[in-house]
């Protein structure tokens, strides 16, 4: 299907898993994004990347480490899962052009995901 | 460093009444500025955004938004408010000359449309 997916859509997990959020997109973007969406913070971003195999911290990096292979994918992992990472996740994805700043930015569904 | 202010998480109007969203913006040069909406268990999606062209944007579903320079505002209105607007709306911005697209968003208002 075109456009930007997330997988899985819920999940719940314990303290100290590994989680992985997965993303993928059908535009070829050059930006991808991953958003942390939590009640009277709006969407805090957490790590981009401008193309493949560049990334950098957002404003809440801290518990995550994400990777970009290949333009199209971009997960995003907590590698020691904690009640405060409970959130809703969103992957989100935009050209690149001369302007960047004023390019579009298209998001996925979202993933839920509870930490017990 | 940039940020935004929602002025009201929560705003509630009558079908057919006039919707004011407000948005205020710090930044020492205007930043691109946006709006997104989000309806129940969705992503975000783009409402309207201004870039540098008019100061009044117009956006999908009849909204509008009018970058206003000297009040460091970019408010967002419709003029007749449908039952289907209720949802979520947040305001952005994005810096110029750099800053890699990235985006700064404010903390909500969620609509509510009454009947």
């Known amino acids: 299907d075109a456009g930007i997916t997330q997988s899985p859509r819920y999940k719940i997990t314990e303290t100290g898993r590994q989680v992985t959020l997965m993303c993928h997109q059908t535009?070829?973007?050059?930006?991808m994004f991953w958003y942390r969406q939590d009640l009277g913070h709006g969407l805090r971003l957490i790590y981009y990347?401008?193309?493949?195999?560049?990334?950098d911290k957002g404003e809440v990096p801290d518990g995550y480490v994400v990777s970009r292979s290949k333009t199209e994918n971009f997960p995003l992992t907590l590698e020691s899962a904690t009640r405060s990472q409970t959130s809703v996740y969103f992957c989100?994805?935009?050209?690149?052009?001369?302007?960047?700043?004023?390019?579009?930015?298209?998001f996925g569904p979202g993933t839920r995901l509870t930490v017990l | 460093a940039q940020s935004v202010t929602q002025l009201g998480s929560h705003v509630s109007v009558s079908e057919g009444a006039l919707v004011l969203l407000r948005c205020n913006y710090s930044?020492?040069?205007?930043?691109?500025l946006f709006w997104y909406v989000q309806y129940p268990n969705q992503g975000l999606q783009l409402l309207l955004k201004?870039?540098?062209?008019?100061?009044l944007v117009k956006g999908i579903n009849g909204f509008e938004a009018e970058f206003k320079k000297s009040e460091t505002s970019f408010h967002l209105t419709k003029p007749s408010a449908h039952m289907s607007d209720a949802a979520e709306y947040f305001c952005?911005?994005?810096?110029?000359?750099?800053?890699?697209?990235?985006?700064?968003f404010g903390t909500g208002t969620q609509l509510k449309v009454e009947l």
């Open positions: 989100a994805s935009s050209e690149s052009r001369v302007l960047a700043g004023e390019n579009e930015q298209f």
């Open positions: 535009w070829s973007h050059s930006y």
């Open positions: 990347s401008a193309a493949a195999d560049i990334t």
């Open positions: 930044s020492s040069v205007p930043p691109y």
């Open positions: 201004y870039t540098s062209a008019a100061t």
């Open positions: 952005a911005v994005s810096p110029r000359g750099g800053g890699g697209n990235k985006l700064t």
